[in-house]
């Protein structure tokens, strides 16, 4: 029998409670009943149910199951009813008796519509039951289900049935167990995992979920909030906005301004992610107004949390709002965040607070051991207030903690592209149908696959990359401060320093104005110094240098400050103090050979192999030192070689050559040179054909 399997299968999954549940729980139970036990008798008023009139006239007769109701005062036994049934009643407020008196109430609410897919829910429902209860009613049939059509029809799949009842199968998804109540708690199960993972309703679930709204006849307010975040996540601003407006249209009165600073807190948040960060300012003033009004204080908490970080983000949009003091400075406005974090209990404010004290700490070059004391205490929140959302900040931040003391592990420093490349493409795709995601992934990939064209000497490939990560912003500053330093190298590497100076300045302008990350504005001045050399002016960047190389060594950048020493030495070698420039690379090479920076390490041996072709081009003609001076020069040359070989760096790579060319001509044997020299130009010619 199609119904009797289909009740089969939704007893399994569809009901809370199985049939075979409450087969086992009382089949063992004697009744009062001699030879039946409790399970006949559940079985028998199961089928006694036979029609939707029958349906009706049984919830009618539930009140009967409790006792009358008394007046105020207390009923003397004498002038209880005399008509009173001899059973016992239930106690109108039991559980028992409350859960009747429910039962009555909500089916008397429903209307018609749902009361008869109620009835062909209950018909689905017991139809596994058909073969117990043939065993105590031989006359039963597949038709028993309902007394009217009986003789009429031939079987359940009789005309009558089926134009009485449609497809009863159960196949039919309108058939689905739900309720309001149900349909309107997994809307808000959605909107919590939403806004707790930030990643979107799956297509699946998005289908399952419109088409039990529909069979409903009206959706609950909260699917417009679902719709919202979906649309917001994907980047349609015309439909999070529009359903944005709907769900607050149908949750507020005008009476009832509860709510509005939510609204305009989702209004605030949308506008920024959309770039209209005037208009989200303005938004989020009101935001805090209102909730000051309201005295609604962990939406006034989390406002003032997200104009902190939107000032960080967004400096030059804050002009207006640092000028009225509504924020006070960075550590007095962290230090108020947390104290009402703590008193209101809002621990993932209280953990957001903590790694922006963490960032903070890093981008004035305070202490490290204080970034990671607040590291450490958001991270035993995260995890004893079981705060899943905050993980990757906090990973993100420990991250760029072990980068600027140069104990990262970036595949793409170790020239190890593919390896990186498939780590990207495991990311899990239905995290990247938000488009902030997407975002941050396409410019990270962006830039690995730039830095690669740019090391292969494939300038007109990635400078085609390049545009199409300015045309697609992804909104975070470290990402557009990598965008704009790897432009900077690009027209170093088109030996256009003067552009590459120009668009530098620019950028150190901008970085020194906002007061920007101390690791930016060190990478930058580094890479000032660096064009100078490039631009046979080293002597230039000295002072840039130095001064780089103080800073980076009291905010413990120590990738930056083995760099910054690279750069003196340049200059240095540029002066004629070639000792010294050894010396002073050979004291720093072992901690920079740790970072597993491929290119930092090929720039240190350069360096070294400069100062040693100094120092043995000082030495006399044929003498031991100068011969061990170019020993050690080759030496360098070769570990530099390898270095810029695993990034796959032409130019480094032909320029170590030419270098190693000219040292083995000095020492005497041409041959070698040769060699040197024949693969310099095999390399040129390999680049060549694979651009």
């Known amino acids: 029998m199609k119904t009797s399997q289909r009740g089969d299968e939704l007893a399994r999954s569809g009901f809370p409670v199985s049939i075979e549940l409450l087969q086992r729980a009382t089949i063992t139970h004697a009744s009062a ?12 008023q199961l089928w006694a149910v036979n029609s939707l009139d029958s349906l009706h006239t049984f919830f009618d007769n539930l009140p009967s199951l409790l006792e009358k109701p008394f007046g105020e005062g207390l009923v003397k036994t004498d002038e209880l009813d005399p008509a009173r049934p001899k059973r016992m009643l239930l106690s109108r407020n039991s559980p028992l008796g409350a859960f009747v008196r429910r039962s009555h109430l909500e089916f008397t609410r429903l209307q018609f519509h749902d009361g008869n897919s109620l009835w062909k829910e209950l018909i689905i429902y017991r139809a596994p039951t058909l073969t117990f209860w043939k065993r105590r009613n031989p006359t039963a049939s597949s038709q028993s289900f309902d007394a009217n059509p009986q003789g009429v029809s031939n079987g359940i799949d009789g005309e009558i049935v089926e134009i009485i009842y449609g497809d009863i199968s159960g196949d039919d998804p309108k058939y689905v167990n739900n309720s309001w109540d149900d349909l309107e708690k997994l809307y808000e199960h959605q909107v919590a995992r ?80 959309f770039g209209c960060f005037s208009e989200a300012i303005i938004a989020m003033q009101e935001t805090i107004a209102t909730a000051r009004e309201n005295h609604d204080m962990p939406c006034l908490n989390y406002s003032l949390s997200w104009l902190y970080q939107f000032a960080r983000t967004h400096p030059e949009e804050m002009t207006e709002i640092q000028k009225k003091g509504v924020l006070g400075s960075e550590k007095e406005a962290l230090s108020f965040l947390k104290a009402k974090a703590k008193e209101s209990n809002m621990w993932t404010l209280l953990s957001t607070t903590l790694l922006s ?8 070059g305070d202490s490290v051991s204080q970034a990671f004391e607040s590291i450490m205490k958001a991270s035993h929140l995260n995890v004893t207030k079981s ?63 730039l830095h690669r064209h740019l090391y292969r000497d494939e300038l007109d490939a990635g400078e085609d990359v390049l545009a199409q990560l ?15 330093m790897a432009e900077i190298d690009l027209q170093i590497r088109r030996r256009d320093y003067s552009r590459a100076l120009s668009l530098l300045e620019q950028l150190l302008t901008d970085l020194n104005k906002h007061e920007a990350d101390i690791f930016q504005r060190l990478k930058a001045m580094i890479l000032k110094a660096r064009i100078y050399d490039k631009a046979e002016m080293p002597q230039k960047g000295f002072s840039v240098a130095l001064r780089a190389a103080s ?20 200059i240095l070698v540029s002066v004629k103090e070639f000792d010294a420039a050894v010396r002073l690379i050979e004291s720093v090479m072992p901690q920079a050979l740790e970072c597993e920076d491929c290119d930092l390490a090929a ?6 192999a400069d100062g040693h072709m100094g120092s043995a081009g000082q030495a006399k003609e044929g003498s031991l030192q100068r011969k061990e001076r170019l020993n050690k020069a080759s030496e360098a040359l070769d570990r530099a070689f390898e270095e810029y070989s695993r990034i796959e760096d032409i130019r480094g790579q032909c320029e170590m050559l030419a270098k190693k060319a000219t040292t083995m001509h000095l020492n005497g044997d041409p041959v070698l040179a040769n060699d040197y020299s024949a693969k310099y130009l095999a390399i040129k010619k390999a680049a060549r054909e694979q651009t």
């Open 33 to 44: 009943i001699p030879g039946r036990t409790v399970w006949d008798l559940l079985l028998k």
């Open 194 to 273: 939403m806004q707790r993972l930030g990643n979107r309703v799956p297509q699946e679930l998005q289908r399952q979920l419109r088409t039990m709204a529909f069979f409903r006849g009206i959706s609950p307010s909260v699917s417009y909030y679902v719709q919202f975040l979906d649309a917001w996540k994907a980047g349609d601003y015309p439909s999070s906005f529009d359903n944005l407006h709907r769900y607050f249209d149908y949750t507020m009165r005008s009476s009832d301004r509860a709510l509005y600073q939510y609204a305009l807190l989702n209004l605030a948040i949308l506008q920024a992610d």
């Open 551 to 570: 800073l980076a060594h009291k905010a413990r950048l120590l990738p930056l400050l083995w760099e910054a020493v690279g750069a003196i030495c340049r």
């Open 603 to 608: 720039y240190l041996f350069s360096c070294l």
């Open 357 to 364: 004290e963490a960032k903070l700490a890093l981008s004035d």
């Open 470 to 484: 300015w045309a697609a912003p992804s909104g975070v500053p470290e990402l557009q401060h990598n965008v704009s």
């Open 387 to 449: 705060i899943t959302e905050a993980h990757g900040s906090q990973m993100l931040m420990q991250s760029s903690i072990f980068d600027r003391l140069g104990t990262s592990t970036i595949l793409a420093r170790k020239g190890r592209y593919e390896e990186a490349i498939s780590r990207m493409d495991e990311v899990d795709q239905e995290s990247l149908r938000t488009l902030r995601y997407q975002q941050y992934w396409i410019t990270n990939l962006g830039l690995l696959k």
